[in-house]
């Protein structure tokens, strides 16, 4: 009893606690005549900025024909512009004391530079810069070429387990562009011609695409006046291509086997899902924390601590543009079979499907969820991309302040529901990893 009530008195702590910590998130925005979006968070707390920005590309973007060139461009255009030598783009942030990077998913591409407040302006040149003269030819592109073929072998083809989404996408989508991975495909990038690239380029790398969001100790009158000045005028483009494909349901489950490098087999189901935004994924998005955020999770205790047939196992929503999908993968304990695995892991989703949670676990879940917020938005440079997110895919960045109230708004009847709906048999895609010694 004692135990209980220490636990109950901690969570309340720690909501109060969480409530202190989210304090509304100021900024400003506006739109060039370019069509660039801008949007501005001032806080002094410490003497750094972030300066980034968000393209609306991703792999969903591309010709089937010509996939991995969103995240072939995060390489490319590190490569230097008419006015940054080659290579020289990233001694620009290191001699100045920041830090610079870049990331692609299936939705959107997004650049950003961490600097000494003081040297905001550096910033906005390197990204005006990359926006409007990158240099597209056949130096760079042979060159990064071959540094993101190393990348695949590194983090997919020679990677237990590495080729587990690329896999199971593939199977769960059959018309959305989503069915292919974000890194492409190589024989792609190899038949493309130093024109598709340059092609690329003009389409998708323009202001109207493009969110720029800037955060930390920053003058915001300062901070709009430079912008004028590095972006201001940089022309505007035709809109860029959208896919318009609407994805037919999976109609039955699909099951497959692959046979890959790893010593254990493994059991990944993969369940179609709504797109990030609606209502239903914020109760799909609870679900798959309550069955595996953490030890204490439903998937883990049963099936790692209690049951011992897993080594890990997991449920993984991927917060998507177009409706996604969540991804359970769970890795086999020496000796196991996978059915068995199969069977355990199905057991603990019909649990979700056939009762609701109790109250503890609820307010639990609802605690995570809170923390989870506050600490993705704890630094500037968190701010800055959710704020770019937010603009970008909802057309409201404010949901910064806001999107919280849409989680706490799923009830313990919402998660039931989700689990019956989406986290059924005929909506997913089951693979089975086994040894390539298993290959009959």
């Avoid at 506006?30 to 660039?36: A, I, R």
């Avoid at 230097?80 to 920041?98: H, M």
């Avoid at 202001?207 to 003058?219: E, H």
């Avoid at 968190?382 to 770019?388: H, K, M, Q």
Wanted: aromatic share 10%; with cysteine; charged share 25%.
């Amino acid at each position: 009893m004692k135990k209980r009530f220490l636990t109950i008195a901690w969570a309340l702590l720690l909501a109060v606690g969480l409530q202190a910590q989210m304090n509304k998130i100021n900024f400003v925005e506006y739109d060039l005549p370019n069509g660039l979006h801008v949007i501005l968070h001032e806080d002094h707390s410490t003497p750094i900025a972030v300066v980034s920005v968000l393209y609306h590309v991703g792999s969903k973007n591309e010709k089937p024909d010509r996939t991995g060139f969103a995240h072939f461009f995060e390489h490319l255009l590190f490569e230097g512009s008419e006015n940054i030598a080659r290579g020289k783009f990233d001694d620009y942030v290191q001699e100045a004391g920041g830090f610079n990077n870049a990331n692609t998913t299936y939705d959107r591409t997004f650049y950003y530079e961490l600097l000494p407040s003081n040297q905001m302006e550096l910033g906005l040149w390197l990204e005006s810069e990359r926006m409007l003269q990158a240099k597209v030819e056949e130096v760079g592109i042979e060159t990064q070429r071959q540094v993101v073929k190393e990348e695949r072998r590194q983090r997919i083809d020679n990677q237990p387990y590495g080729t587990v989404l690329e896999e199971s996408m593939k199977r769960a989508y059959r018309s959305h562009p989503y069915k292919w991975p974000v890194i492409g495909y190589m024989e792609h990038l190899d038949a493309a011609q130093e024109q598709d690239y340059k092609q690329f380029y003009a389409d998708f790398y323009v202001p109207n695409n493009a969110t720029l969001s800037i955060a930390g100790d920053i003058n915001l009158e300062q901070a709009k006046s430079l912008i004028s000045k590095y972006f201001g005028s940089i022309p505007k483009k035709k809109e860029p291509y959208r896919p318009t494909v609407k994805e037919p349901e999976l109609g039955g489950e699909v099951r497959d086997t692959i046979f890959d490098n790893v010593q254990l087999p493994a059991v990944i189901q993969t369940y179609r899902i709504p797109a990030q935004g609606t209502e239903d994924f914020y109760a799909v998005s609870m679900l798959a924390q309550l069955l595996s955020q953490g030890e204490s999770s439903r998937l883990y205790k049963a099936l790692v601590d209690e049951q011992q047939k897993a080594l890990f196992v997991g449920n993984f929503p991927l917060s998507m543009e177009d409706p996604g999908v969540s991804v359970a993968f769970g890795i086999c304990n020496g000796g196991v079979d996978p059915k068995d695995l199969e069977a355990g892991m199905d057991a603990e989703i019909e649990r979700t499907q056939k009762e609701l949670i109790s109250e503890e676990e609820f307010q639990k879940l609802r605690n995570q969820v809170e923390n989870d917020f506050v600490s993705t938005n704890s630094t500037v440079a968190g701010i800055a991309e959710s704020l770019a997110n937010y603009h970008t895919y909802f057309g409201s960045a404010n949901l910064i302040n806001t999107e919280i109230d849409r989680y706490l708004k799923v009830t313990k009847e919402d998660i039931q529901r989700v689990a019956k709906h989406y986290f059924n048999k005929n909506n997913r895609v089951v693979l089975y990893y086994l040894p390539k010694t298993a290959n009959p």
